[in-house]
Nanobody
Framework: QVQLVESGGGFVQPGGSLTLSCAAS????????MGWYRQAPGKQRELVAV???????NYADSVKGRFTISRDNAKNTVYLQMNSLRAEDTAVYYC??????????WGQGTQVTVSS
């Protein structure tokens, strides 16, 4: 049993910043990767950022240089720091955790709205 709880979404003006958090709980034994995805209305869910077990990070081209993914292993929490936000970043953001041998789990989603 693994559960992910997201927080930190909200409304922000273009150019502003926001930080998302996702805390995992339950039977967590061996994290392969943690990541963030987003989905805007009428569009497919897309990968935003991922951090793998080694600490390596990958980002979507659209957020490189603006977003930073990080983790706190002791708290089983992954963060997404979002800077220089644009209207195009508006979406529901979902966190994901991939566990060794146990598959993937998803958070409930948190709305991020970037608008003036």
């Amino acid at each position: 049993q693994v559960q992910l709880v997201e927080s930190g979404g909200g409304f922000v003006q273009p150019g502003g910043s926001l930080t998302l958090s996702c805390a995992a709980s339950g039977s967590i034994s061996g994290i392969r990767a943690m990541g963030w995805y987003r989905q805007a209305p009428g569009k497919q869910r897309e990968l935003v950022a991922v951090i793998v077990s080694s600490g390596g990070r990958n980002y979507a081209d659209s957020v490189k240089g603006r977003f930073t993914i990080s983790r706190d292993n002791a708290k089983n929490t992954v963060y997404l720091q979002m800077n220089s936000l644009r209207a195009e970043d508006t979406a529901v953001y979902y966190c994901n955790i991939a566990l060794w041998y146990m598959g993937d789990y998803w958070g409930q989603g948190t709305q991020v709205t970037v608008s003036s």
